[in-house]
């Protein structure tokens, strides 16, 4: 089952020139629309794919999975920031399922 539906940009975002709204994937984002269980990113390195997955868990909260909560943790900061440009539809909204990113591996 598909939980979330799509991701739209939010109408009239400020636009800013520095890290993460100045990469390519960023400038360029108006909406997705989640038609699989999975979705794949692929791109060149540098072009915004792990700073997109890393909005779409702040910006819906996910549980996150070693290193700090995905609220606190500073490395998440320009994330936190984009998210907020994001609306998030949902086909039905759930709390299952968490985020983890290679680095925090580091922290066990």
Known sequence: MIHLRSIVKKPNVKKADSFPFNLPLVKSF???NFQ??????VGENGSGKSTMLEAIATGINSTSVGGEDIQRDK????ARQLSTQF???WQKKTARGFFLRA???FNF
Do not use: A
């Open 30 to 32: 108006q909406e997705i």
């Open 36 to 41: 699989k269980p999975v979705t794949f990113f």
């Open 75 to 78: 490395t998440l900061d320009p």
């Open 87 to 89: 609306r998030f539809i």
């Open 103 to 105: 680095e925090d591996f």
